[in-house]
Nanobody
């Protein structure tokens, strides 16, 4: 299984970025998908998750109204669209796949990408 994130970079305060994640080697539509983020010295935290099949979404409070997670089961892609970015969003963003029923915690996820850095300048 391969999980490959892309789309990170440097963006100014208030800007937007989209992070696509392409997944190979599993029945994509049968897996919950999520984006996490991590800054040095801190834990990896959930940002947004999207369920298998029907695509129900969950967002942490810090990104509600600004971020959108979407999946394309035909292309095996899950994308995190980020708007109105601020410096607190600076982190390495990770895409992950969960085959079970849990979706809130890092231990719910089996497969991870290598991460993509997002830096928001003020």
């Amino acid at each position: 299984v391969q999980v490959a994130e892309s789309g990170g970079g440097l963006v100014q305060l208030g800007g937007s970025l989209s992070l696509p994640c392409l997944v190979f080697g599993l029945a994509f539509r049968d897996w919950n998908m999520a984006w996490f983020r991590q800054v040095p010295g801190k834990e990896r935290d959930l940002v947004a998750a999207i369920s298998r099949n029907v695509g129900a979404t969950h967002y942490v409070d810090a990104v509600k109204g600004r971020f959108t997670i979407a999946r394309d089961n035909a292309k095996n892609i899950v994308t995190l669209h980020m708007n109105n970015l601020n410096p607190e969003d600076t982190a390495k963003y990770y895409c992950a796949a969960s085959g079970g029923y849990g979706y809130l915690h890092t231990w719910d996820y089996t497969y991870w990408g290598q991460g993509t850095q997002v830096t928001v300048s003020s």
